[in-house]
Antibody, heavy 120, light 108 residues
Framework: EVRLVESGGGLIKPGGSLRLSCVAS????????MNWVRQAPGKGLEWVGR??????????DYAAPVKGRFTISRDDSRNTVYLQMNSLRTEDTAMYYC???????????WGQGTLVTVSS | SYVLTQPPSVSVAPGQTARIPCGGN??????VHWYQQKPGQAPVLLIY???DRPSGIPERFSGSNSGNTATLTISRVEAGDEADYYC???????????FGGGTKVTVL
């Protein structure tokens, strides 16, 4: 079965750090360009960032609100992409999804999401 | 950065046609993707490359893109189409994906 499964969310105090994981299965992860998208409670979708495949250069891009605080990395041996979140703020509270263009252009494969709550 | 503008809500009677606009500067030169999201669920890709449907998406969903507006059209609307809909483009200037603010479709 083709799927993405996120984990690592939870309650964290402002200024703290958290690492999210997303494990892929059922497809060739090595070739996938992986993205993180978040959704604050009651709000719309916000792209967080992406990491290209190693053959695509392996580089990362980030949205302005998280650049310098968040880092995306990947471990192809574990079929896993990570989102390291530092200096967390209350406005980072959201459901975090990993997603990729599995069979067509556009994000056609999504995980179920993991909830991050930043609160004192 | 590139901005996509969607109306917050659209209401439509069952069996009628819903049209959801997504405005952006010269968006007609971009490829637009559309997503449907129901409460408590992850988004689902409805339309890619302006008008193509992934496998399993009903033909009632269609898309177009020209000038400064892309449009998602839902024909013969059903109660199950109640959801939030988002447009998306790749902004090559900033190397960022951009989502519209989303449109809530209510079936009357």
């Amino acid at each position: 079965e083709v799927r993405l499964v996120e984990s690592g969310g939870g309650l964290i105090k402002p200024g703290g750090s958290l690492r999210l994981s997303c494990v892929a299965s059922g497809f060739t992860f090595n070739n996938a360009w992986m993205n993180w998208v978040r959704q604050a409670p009651g709000k719309g979708l916000e792209w967080v960032g992406r990491i290209k495949s190693k053959t695509g250069g392996g580089t990362t891009d980030y949205a302005a609100p998280v650049k310098g605080r968040f880092t995306i990395s990947r471990d192809d041996s574990r079929n896993t992409v990570y989102l390291q979140m530092n200096s967390l703020r209350t406005e980072d509270t959201a459901m975090y999804y990993c997603t990729t263009d599995y069979s067509v252009v556009g994000f056609d494969l999504w995980g179920q999401g993991t909830l991050v709550t930043v609160s004192s | 950065s590139y901005v996509l503008t969607q109306p917050p809500s659209v209401s439509v009677a069952p069996g009628q046609t819903a049209r959801i606009p997504c405005g952006g500067n010269n968006i007609g030169t971009n490829s637009v993707h559309w997503y449907q999201q129901k409460p408590g669920q992850a988004p689902v890709l409805l339309i890619y490359y302006n008008s193509d449907r992934p496998s399993g998406i009903p033909e009632r969903f269609s898309g177009s893109n020209s000038g400064n507006t892309a449009t998602l059209t839902i024909s013969r609307v059903e109660a199950g189409d109640e959801a939030d809909y988002y447009c998306q483009v790749w902004d090559s200037t900033s190397d960022h994906w951009v989502f519209g603010g989303g449109t809530k479709v209510t079936v009357l």
